[in-house]
């Protein structure tokens, strides 16, 4: 039996069909004369004078570069010489860490490193057994070994050093792709004289409070697709084993579940924010991500007659996700005083007050924080739940992704721009604003002695969020804001040996457990630096508004079109 709506679907089909004809024409030919604009801004980048605080920066990120079988692979998270006998995971290669090492990288013209890092993260991703016999034998399915300058793939018969890793007795799902890894020695088929590099991922399984790195994929399908653009090496793409990493990151975030929205659920840290911080559910960051990886994941997929019907749960996705985010999400104050007049306890198709939230939960600071022009994207929403939090990461690349409408995006730098003393201060960028304190922070947090007010995911100020900011701004048309947090900052960081993250509310000590040296935020000031200078690069991590994705949707964003919508639906669904 199936449940069929006679009304609307099958215009739906014949729309996603013509996108999906239209796409693979005309993408090859986008994507070529990209290209040729994007071979003269390389030129640009490498020609361009650099200060001593972008010189010092480069010393500190090749110093970062790991090593594997005599390749580039990666960067490590720090380099800090003062906690050198306390690493903890810092000595390793992180994903999202990474993310913009590799962009300085690209922009620099040093492919290779990324080209390595995303096909070692790829040989590290979880995959089934049971469904590797197409494409690959199971041995490729054991740690990775290299002998002198070349890679071999051989089982390995103990257990306890095999990256298929567990949490009591229990795995992921395949698809996931591993928070960091590591390169370590051992010895060479139990010769004590004689040791192989392996590497070592972590799935989550040793992080502090075990975490999924829900992010992982989701960066790593951002990262292929501008390494494809910028160097135009779009075979890499088109790989069998590439393009079967790509589909099982999809299939993990697109498999049908419990949940009544297009947003992915997820646990508390899942994402930047790794450790308790109330952002369990439905995070702005990872609906963000999810849906610029959407988008990505879109131009890459080889378009044949078995991609067709992934391409139309993309685009399905694609849809819903945007016109959830934009409708649900966003506030100003209009919506504000909206929330304010709800009515709760509604119980019908034609409710305005859809997830049943309460008004008392407008916090008090929210009213006179938010300005005339402007507004932002809420940090996470649920059932009788907004976590009006405003959430840096989530509505930059909210920006970048387009997942934002123009005027919600021009809206979100306005917020910036005036509450800039709360959202800059003496230190771009607050990772959340404002910081959970008192008993709220007792409640949420756990009492997390690293996450007190102000400090750390807690409000705390994190330098590496610079280059995701010049990209919005750049998308925007405001590289003025960009830049004068930029230069704001420049040498104070290289004074301060770059740290991870300041403390209290302006931003102005180094965090309280802020390690130096470290690496994304090194990398992030110099891609930010490099973007400023050559802006056009921009467009290797941008996506721009899909029009036809939008006139495919089958809800529009004014109140009566979505009324007209569900009740059409409603009444044309039967059981068959």
Known sequence: MRLVSFEGVWRREIFLNFVLAQQTSRNRKILNEQLEGLKAGLEAVRSREESPEEKEAWWLLNRAVVNYCGSAVGTVAANDPSTANHMLNYDQVFIRDFVPSAIAFLLRGESDIVKNFLLHTLQLQRWALANLDSYVTADFWTRRKCHGRHT???????????????????????????ASFKVRSVPLDGNNEAFEEVLDPDFGESAIGRVAPVDSGLWWIILLRAYGKITGDYALQERVDVQTGIRLILNLCLTDGFDMFPTLLVTDGSCMIDRRMGIHGHPLEIQALFYSALRCAREMVSTDDGSKNLIRVINNRLSALSFHIREYYWVDMKKINEIYRYKTEEYSHDAINKFNIYPEQIPSWLADWIPDKGGYLIGNLQPAHMDFRFFSLGNLWAIVSSLATQKQAEGILNLIETKWDDIVANMPLKICYPALEYEEWRIITGCDPKNTPWSYHNGGSWPTLLWQFTLACIKMGRPDLARRAVEAVEKRLSDDKWPEY????????????SRLYQTWTIAGFLSSKMLLDCPEMASILICDEDLELLEGCACGLSNSARIKCSRRAARSQVLV
Do not use: H, N
């Open 502 to 513: 300041y403390d209290t509310r302006t931003g102005r000590f180094i965090g309280k457990q």
């Open 152 to 178: 071999a793939v051989e089982p390995r018969a103990d257990s306890s050093t095999s990256w298929e890793k567990t949490v009591d007795c229990y795995s992921p799902g395949q698809g996931l792709m591993p």
